[in-house]
């Protein structure tokens, strides 16, 4: 009984994906942000190109196709997702020649000197706009032709972005499934999106899972902090544990899909966010919710860990939204999305490493996870071996010969390993990872940290031994710091 209850586990588990490519599963996971423009002075082009290059931002997403927007990102490493605007689909879907026109003077006038990634064609047309749904398939297959017919369509992919609710019953995910009213559009299209390679795009935005389903799901679930495993939502058929609303959202997707029986196309999700201000009915939309939820969210793509049902795989995401879009209508929160002011002042600085060197960077109070003094060998070493094994941290440092090996004792092994820890779930954002007995949060700030080779300075006295540090790219994350902690 036993060994057959373990192979179905094994089965389910390896038979769930069997079309996502090996290619597609390594593809580096990315954050980017979208640019909307209902921004009174928004930065001219080249500024706001210098700008992203500034803020060392890889992927944009427009809602258009400003030439001017992808003249100045020529030459630029900045990679772009273009848009055909809703408006415009009934023309382009009407007429192959259109549709050329369209790819033309859009596309191949700029590729490859602006590094173009996808076409979006429309915004959550099925739910926004139905009467052009018939329309939307012809568009994308008319502009799909015209890219064959330029030979482009293997370098830039095309696809259409949906807003989350065309799928019904997202929770748990495995029950998910697409609207019947769309499932004939929606098939239509993912046999489209499967034959080119190209994926779903999805607008996710767990802010409004949360304010729709308050005291069901819980706020930290929706903002990535760290649960006690009695809070995780169990997905009773797949018995997958999720500890955050936006996989969860992912994983529906993907059941959705699988009810069509299409298993082999990604999720790129286009928009996701949280607000930073709201009206009084908006209470949850605050400075603080928004740095959380944007933080993690960057720790967690680029941590790669999947989701639940699809742990190979990690979609990349964009943010919503690189400027507040003061010019939008009420309620306030609409006004409030962005990560910057439109003057390009940070609306807030993300927390995602404490030591970036970028500008929005919180550099000013740099905080270590340690093990505390007086505390016995035995508890430290249970929670050393829990951090470097079940935990995953990244333990290499402290094995034999290497660099932070030496001083060879529990309570250096430990600090390292507890910070290597509290490293990797996020200092700052994610409160209560610093979770060991016998550790301790430390902060420069407080002038706590010292160089320990001055032997009497006090129990907090800790040696820094910086040994590496790179950069990931995006607004002063700095992933892979490692410390030799000697405290
Ligand atoms: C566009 O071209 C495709 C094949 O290239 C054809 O099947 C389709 O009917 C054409 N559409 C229109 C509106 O002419
Ligand atoms: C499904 O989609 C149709 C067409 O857009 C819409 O009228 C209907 O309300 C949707 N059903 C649900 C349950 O949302
Ligand atoms: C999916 O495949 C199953 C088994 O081949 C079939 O019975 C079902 O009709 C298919 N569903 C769709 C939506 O194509
Ligand atoms: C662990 O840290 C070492 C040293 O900094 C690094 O070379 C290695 O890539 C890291 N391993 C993982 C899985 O991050
Ligand atoms: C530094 O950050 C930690 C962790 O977020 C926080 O607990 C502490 O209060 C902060 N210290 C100062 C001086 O801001
Ligand atoms: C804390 O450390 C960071 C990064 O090394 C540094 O930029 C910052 O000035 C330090 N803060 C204090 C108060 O020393
Ligand atoms: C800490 O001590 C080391 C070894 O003596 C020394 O090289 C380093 O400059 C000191 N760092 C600081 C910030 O004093
Ligand atoms: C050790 O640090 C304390 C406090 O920073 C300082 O007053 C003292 O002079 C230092 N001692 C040595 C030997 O450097
Ligand atoms: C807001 C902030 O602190 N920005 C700083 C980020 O780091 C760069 C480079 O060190 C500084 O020039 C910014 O002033």
Redesign the pocket.
Known sequence: MAVLELFSLFFIFFAAFPEINAQQAKDEPYVGVNIGTDVSNLLPPTKLVSFLQQQKVTHVRIYDSDPDILKALSKTKIRVIISVPNNQILGIGSSNTTAANWINRNVAAFYPDTLITAVAVGDEVLTTVPSLSSMLMAAIEALYSALVAANLHTQIKISTPHASNIILDPFPPSQAYFNQTLSPVLAQLLRFLSRTNSPLMMNLYPYYVFMQNKGVVPLDNSLFKPLTPSKEMVDPNTLLHYTNVLDAMIDSAYSSMKNLNVSDVLVLVTETGWPSKGDSKETYATIDNADTYNSNLIRHIFDRSGTPYHPEVTSSVYIYELFNEDLRSPPVSEANWGLFHANSTPVYLLHVSGSGEFLANDTT?Q?FCVAMEGVDGKTLQTALDWACGPGRANCSEIQPGETCYSPNNVKNHASYAFDSYYEKEG??AGHGVCIFPGSK?I?N??NTVVNSTNATSGVDASRLIRTTRFDSGFRGLVLGVVFCLFV
């Open positions: 109070n905080t200092r700052a949060i902060s700030r407080t």
